[in-house]
């Protein structure tokens, strides 16, 4: 039952990417390929989040990095010269170059090698402190971006970078995504990274090499979240220090609990209810005529409703939607109760 599942989960967003540009206008599309991106981020934040269990705040430093390699690699000499105004570019900045697909695959493995170098230092403690020393790396990238203007172009950051993203490329670069870390999960990998979440000490006792597992979730993790800063430097054609805030952290995070703490379904449509739903209520930042009467506009209030929203979700589902499960098990579940 679970191969028939996710058989017919992929057909569905395979056909649903295929027909998506036909059926939608641009500025749906145009949320689609933010939903496509967050959805990247989400499911490889959350296997180190929520399958590995463990409490990372890193992921805006490593999405910085994949968007700054990708412009950089995508960017002609004579554009980084044009835009480097507070510095002339170093040698090497104007000398790399390269392809869409190829820039997207060289910010993954930047992203993954920095993760690492990291995993040494960082994974020699748990818990809060663990968190405190990823966020930590999240303003230094930050930090490096502004003070380095001779790579990075400092706070002005890169604009004018191409834009080769559509919904075919960054859908299906979501789908492949899904399938990579689902494989992973319910792999000998992933029951490792699950047994190292419920009990490390008990994990290592039993012959898991702790480390291994947690740098490898790490790395992976971060491989992913480079390619989705990437896909986003395309789709946004610029790149600043700003874009990659503590608050990009914060909606990762915000959308693996909402769906669930180590469920890859639960990232998915946590994303599709946190960055759409935000969208979507958009309509209640502008006057509305309620039964004759027309208010003023109210902006902000959309995130008002937006958070009582996710409030509520969370008193009734405390474990989220879909707690530390997968569709398949949730359908199972559904199909016994009936029996």
């Not at 790396?137 to 834009?163: M, R, V, W």
């Not at 990998?189 to 740098?215: L, Q």
Request: net charge neutral; hydrophobic share 55%.
């Amino acid at each position: 039952m679970k191969i028939a599942i996710n058989g017919a989960v992929f057909l569905i967003a395979t056909g649903f990417i295929l027909l998506a540009p036909v059926i939608f206008g641009e500025y749906s599309i145009r949320i689609l390929n933010n939903i496509a991106i967050f959805i990247i981020l989400a499911v490889s934040y959350n296997l180190i989040n929520g399958v590995t269990g463990q409490f990372s705040l890193e992921p805006n430093g490593f999405v910085a990095i994949g968007a700054y390699v990708t412009a950089l690699l995508l960017l002609s000499a004579d554009e980084k010269i044009y835009q480097f105004v507070v510095e002339e570019p170093a040698a090497f900045i104007l000398w790399i170059n390269s392809g869409f697909v190829t820039a997207l695959i060289i910010a993954g493995f930047a992203a993954s090698a920095i993760a690492f170098m990291l995993a040494f230092p960082v994974f020699r403690v748990r818990g809060d402190y663990l968190a405190i020393v990823t966020l930590g790396f999240g303003f230094i990238i930050q930090i490096l971006a502004i003070n380095n203007p001779q790579i990075t172009n400092g706070s002005l950051g890169l604009s004018d970078i191409p834009e080769h993203a559509n919904f075919y490329w960054i859908g299906f670069a979501a789908l492949f995504t899904v399938l990579f870390i689902l494989n992973i999960v319910n792999s000998k990998y992933g029951r490792a990274m699950k047994a190292v979440r419920d009990d490390e000490d008990a994990a290592e006792a039993m012959g898991i090499n702790t480390f291994k597992i947690k740098t490898t979730a790490f790395c992976t993790s971060a491989f992913f979240e480079g390619i989705g800063g990437g896909l986003l430097a395309v789709l946004l054609t610029t790149v600043s220090p700003d874009q990659f805030t503590f608050f990009l952290t914060f909606q990762l995070l915000i959308i693996i609990v909402l769906g669930g703490l180590g469920s890859t379904t639960g990232a998915v449509v946590g994303t599709v209810l946190v960055i759409g739903g935000s969208e979507w209520l958009r309509f209640l930042d502008e006057p509305m005529n309620i039964f004759g009467y027309t208010t003023s506009a109210m902006p902000g209030l959309r995130m008002v409703v937006f958070s009582a929203i996710l409030i509520l979700v969370m008193l009734f589902a405390r474990r989220g939607l879909f707690g530390n499960g997968e569709i398949s098990g949730v359908l199972r579940k559904l199909k016994r109760k009936r029996q």
